[in-house]
């Protein structure tokens, strides 16, 4: 969103409350050709694939627990803690008896149309990306080696967590998992792909579904991130809001409000010069200056609280503290917001975004959705001046005061986006997974 205003108004609202167009739609509909399709017995698999904290060094976390759909597929927290702690959303707690080393640095983004063909990039700083230059199609941080197989950027990305230590692979020497990973042994015999497989190998179930679908022969990695991808995809689907109906030119009623503030979205505040597209999203990035909090993005050698954003992907110095304009689809059901999370409701989250430079002066950590990890003070980044003035410099707008009834309309307005069927789920949470493991719910 842009902090500017600009561009003439695109709609109006008429008497009556219904939404008149009086110009073209603002945006194309969503093109259901750009999802693949998708093998029902692929989604079925990685749904317990999903579910199942097999997959974690410790058997103690799943893909679920920081991507739960109870908690809008992400997990309602600014920082999530992954390993050494246990629970979901605000109830998750350090285990006394496994501390985490650290909060995660950025807040768990949540899934909705990942697998549409539009979604080029992952992660809040597009580290994972298609690339046409590239033999396998995509570039990972990971190198040549671990960018083949996959199904997509999507099946890619979900590699990432189960080879982080403190999200899902474990303490450094805790498992055999981050034994592997701390040595740089990812594939090959002996890897940890080679070992979370051979977990698989040895359950019956998960044995006899992939020898369904891929045949009998050795279990891949890239075949159980296929499953798991698959599954996002169908699960997680969102696009038959009002705001699509209305798009597609179905008969729709949207409120006075939302529809000002979709003139406001589309017109005077040019949010959509970033928020472009059917889903919101121009999939690039910017840098927007929102308070920073928590361990900062940083290697284990590394000592400071910064989270440079993009930069740290490209080395480009414009790319600093830049990060990815977020869909807005099913936005609503997924506080906090920012890529820290730092703003528990979109209220908050809108006025600090179009006015940063004043909003980190009136920063108070106290509304911060975070449970309490002991002997970490995940607020110190936002109360240092070298940090704020490095981030806000980078801001290349003025800040813009919104009103309280301009931030009123444009929540109605993203109220539109919400597609009640995905939050619903359409294969939903399964009753227990193979490993016989327990399932969070």
């Known amino acids: 969103m842009m902090n500017m205003r600009r561009l003439a108004p695109l709609l109006v609202v008429i008497g009556t409350g219904l939404a008149a167009q009086t110009a073209a739609p603002p945006v194309d509909p969503v093109d259901p050709d750009g999802y693949r399709p998708v093998d029902d017995r692929l989604a079925e698999l990685g749904q317990l694939l999903f579910y199942d904290p097999i997959l974690s060094g410790n058997r103690n976390i799943s893909c679920a627990t920081c991507h739960h ?14 390993e050494g702690a246990t629970g979901l959303g605000m109830e998750r707690v350090p285990d006394p008896a496994d501390m985490p080393e650290q909060r995660l640095p950025r807040h768990a983004p949540a899934l909705w149309n990942l697998g549409h063909e539009s979604f080029t990039v992952m992660f809040h700083d597009g580290r994972l990306e298609l690339d046409d230059h590239r033999a396998s199609g995509i570039r990972t941080p990971l190198g040549a080696e671990m960018e083949a197989g996959f199904a997509g950027v999507l099946s890619a990305q979900s590699m990432f967590p189960v080879l982080a230590a403190d999200e899902m692979a474990g303490h450094y020497s805790e498992n055999e998992i981050s034994e592997a990973v701390r040595i740089g042994r990812i594939t090959g015999p002996g890897g940890a792909w080679d070992l979370l497989t051979d977990r698989l190998e040895g359950i019956p179930e998960y044995r006899s579904r ?13 075949e159980v991130s296929d499953a798991i991808a698959a599954f996002i995809e169908v699960e997680w689907r ?17 409120s006075p409000d939302a529809m000002e503030g979709m003139d406001l979205f589309y017109g005077e505040l040019g949010c959509a010069s970033c928020h472009s597209g059917p889903f919101q999203t121009d999939n690039a990035f910017h840098a927007t200056g929102l308070v920073q909090i928590g361990p900062g993005k940083r290697a284990r050698f590394e000592n400071h609280m910064r989270d440079e954003g993009r930069f740290r992907v490209t080395g480009d110095p414009a790319d600093l503290f830049a990060f990815r304009t977020p869909s807005l689809r099913n936005v609503t059901a997924t506080a906090p917001y920012g890529h820290t999370g730092a703003y528990p409701s979109l209220e908050t989250f809108l006025a600090a975004h179009m006015a940063p430079r004043a909003a980190w002066a009136a920063y108070d950590p106290a509304i911060t959705p975070m449970p309490a990890l002991p002997g970490d003070d995940p607020f110190v980044a936002a109360a240092s001046a070298e940090i704020r003035d490095a981030v806000l410099a980078a801001v290349p707008t003025a800040d813009l005061v919104l009103t309280d009834d301009e ?7 993203l109220g539109t986006l919400t597609d009640q069927s995905s939050l619903d789920g359409r294969m939903g949470v399964p009753e227990s997974v193979p490993s016989g493991l327990p399932v969070d719910r």
Request: negative net charge.
């Open 69 to 82: 759909p109870g908690l809008g597929t992400a997990d309602g927290v600014a920082l999530s803690m992954g």
């Open 210 to 222: 992939f020898t369904e679908i891929f045949g009998p022969e050795e279990i891949l990695f890239t």
């Open 238 to 254: 969102a696009d038959n809001s009002p705001f699509d109906a209305y798009l597609r030119g179905e008969e729709v009623r949207l």
């Open 407 to 413: 931030i009123a309309a444009l929540v109605a307005f």
